[in-house]
């Protein structure tokens, strides 16, 4: 099992490069999956869902190569639908999008459900609608599977709610379909932008990503393209507040300011410097901060994604603090974790309220999810003393190389293996 060990109360100073978004990558990976041509897709986040997705896409029969670290060579001519390794689809969230890809290329799909961090109920109903409505027969029992013998028809689907998944799922479907399909109701994330610039690079006809209605004319095939993946927004959201919280100064190369601005807006109210150059972020801060109240809300609100992360600089801040949760139906069982700091907060499902004026203690603690993990960093850089945090794993999903770009700034954080000491079982005497 691995852990981080991190001492607490140095300022970070220094530059890092923030690198590309998960969450964009992610579609686009499986995207090429629709391809039988060469993608080449370049400033890949080194995190481990990506990792996994490149296992599942490689067993069923994508071919990818490494050309550095971050760049790769992906081929989808050998894909093969409903071969999904079932253990490894279980692991993430995006393995959802093995869906669009296989019923939109083969008119067929079966794939275990997902998994993904547990943010309470995280149910598929707006993807499995959505490709009824584009013809095919959906079927949620054991596992999900669909078949369109005819292929799928361009259709209007109005999304419930602009849940990124569902979205980019029917982009996905609504690719190679016949027809014209329009998505009302989209999400309009960056990384929805970002898969529509890719599959439109490999010859696709999309429209509108970015605005709530995205129309997508169905075409015969794709071809290969060159692609580079956009600046992790919420990576270089955790690191300004990670800076907000211990003070200092640093400043976050290849980011997009835009993408960053509900997040630049908070840290501003709460008196933190944020400098936005062209394609950089610079944070000052003497870590004297003012409460104030989050509202998560789908892009351009603040992010689901960013509300762990500003819960320690709310619990040292001056004055009350509230984060009120809008997307996800479970986002706090991290805040139990950053209690044993010796910071109070008290909870419901979806508010959180943060008396502010605390002083946070090194503690022993639990990643219980990714961005809860991210959280917990952040406050063992801000508390007295040292503290170790478990369930690494959680973390490096979606952050590439933390300790590194962290001791990079001045932080002293280490993560080594430990291992359970077992019970010594007592043996006789030898001879
Ligand atoms: N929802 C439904 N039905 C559906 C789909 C979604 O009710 O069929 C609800 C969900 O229960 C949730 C809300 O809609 O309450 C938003 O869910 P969404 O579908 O937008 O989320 P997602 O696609 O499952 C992605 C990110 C998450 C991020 C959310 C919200 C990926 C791989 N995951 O999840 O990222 O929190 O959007 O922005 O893109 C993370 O990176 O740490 C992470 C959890």
Known sequence: ???????????????IRISGMKNAALPILYACALNKETCVLHDMPQVS???????????????????????????????TPCT????????????????????????????AYPGGCPLGARPLNLHMKGFETLGAEMETSKCLSGSAPDGLHGARIMLDQPSVGATVNMILAATLATGTTTVINAAREPHIVA????????????????????????????????????????????????VAGT????????????????????????????????????????????????????????????QAQFA??????????????????????????LAKTGMTVSKSDSLATLPGRQSMIGCSMKATDLRGGAAMIIAALMADGESDISNVELIERGYDHPVEKLRSLGATVACREVFKVSTPVAVGSIG
């Open 49 to 79: 869902d990506i990792d996994t997705s490149v296992a599942i896409l490689t067993a069923m029969g994508v071919e990818i190569n490494y050309r550095t670290p971050t760049t790769l060579e992906v081929n989808g001519a050998g894909f």
């Open 312 to 337: 320690p600089l709310l619990s040292v801040a001056n004055g009350m603090s509230t984060i009120t949760e809008k997307v996800s139906s479970n986002r706090f069982a991290y805040l139990d974790e």
């Open 84 to 111: 999904s390794p079932e253990k490894l689809v279980g692991a993430i969230r995006a393995s959802s999008y093995l869906m669009g890809v296989e019923l939109g290329r083969f008119g067929r799909t079966r794939v």
């Open 195 to 242: 898969l529509a610039v890719f599959l439109n690079a490999c010859g696709a006809k999309i429209v509108g990503a970015g605005t709530t209605e995205i129309r997508i004319e169905g075409v015969t095939s794709l071809h290969g393209c060159t692609h580079t993946i956009i600046p992790d927004n919420i990576e270089a959201g955790t690191y300004m507040a990670a």
């Open 1 to 15: 099992m691995k852990k981080l060990f991190i001492t607490g109360g140095r300022r970070l100073n220094g530059t």
């Open 247 to 306: 003070g200092g100064c640093v400043t976050l190369t290849n980011v997009i300011p835009k993408h960053l601005e509900s997040v630049t807006a908070k840290l501003s109210e709460m008196g933190v410097t944020v400098i936005e150059g062209e394609d950089t972020i610079t944070v000052r801060s003497e870590g004297e901060l003012k409460g104030i109240s989050i509202t998560t809300n789908p892009y351009p609100g603040f992010p689901t994604d960013m």
